[in-house]
């Protein structure tokens, strides 16, 4: 995997204090990461760098949209991407003996680093502000957006489904009242 120099933060050179850094994110950005689920990523993420003197604070915020398949019905629409995260980045002498801590919001590196990468971060925060399940939001009137035939399909195959009652079943409803 080649890396994205263009997300190297040179954190010698700057001052303590906050700076702030935006990024473009599309879709050859995940190209280094292998086939993702979504497509058309038109992602913003702005980075606040907190620079303290051990420790560096990165607040992320992600903002734009990406192109995913409905669960419901198939089809594709365009999501919209807002979130949040916070991670901290700790100078320390020894980073490989603290990879393994348990606090996932922690990443450490050696104090002998002169920059630090944030591609990684973005990729796994724009992949988080995802949801697992991703079906068609409502339209203005309250209206499913999914494909309507869809819809009707599904309804026809759950009625059908719930005339077929399997016999094994029916005398388990007795152990019920008791």
């Known amino acids: ?40 990523c038109k992602a913003t993420v702005k980075l606040q760098f907190d620079k303290k003197s051990n420790f ?6 992600v903002g734009g949209t990406a192109t995913v398949n409905c669960d419901r019905c198939g089809a594709p629409f365009e ?3 807002w979130d949040d ?35 990684d971060l973005i990729y796994e925060f ?16 309250g209206k499913s957006g999914c494909d309507p035939k869809v819809l009707e399909m599904l309804d026809r195959m759950n009625q059908q489904s719930g005339e077929k009652q399997n016999p094994i079943w029916k005398d388990l409803d007795k152990f019920r009242e008791n």
Request: proline share 6%; glycine share 4%.
């Open 79 to 81: 999501l919209q991407l």
């Open 126 to 141: 724009i992949n988080l502000s995802i949801p697992m399940q991703r079906i068609h939001p409502d339209d203005s009137e």
């Open 56 to 61: 560096f604070m990165l607040k992320f915020e």
């Open 85 to 119: 995260f916070d991670q901290v980045v700790k100078l320390v002498e020894n980073p490989e003996e603290l990879q393994d801590d348990e606090d996932p919001e922690v990443t450490y590196i050696s104090k002998t680093d002169s920059h630090f990468n944030v591609a």
């Open 1 to 40: 995997m080649k890396t994205l120099r263009e997300f190297d933060i040179a954190f010698v050179g700057l001052k303590p204090g906050v700076h702030a850094f935006e990024y473009q994110i599309t879709d050859s950005f995940f190209e280094n990461y292998g086939p993702q689920d979504f497509s058309n």
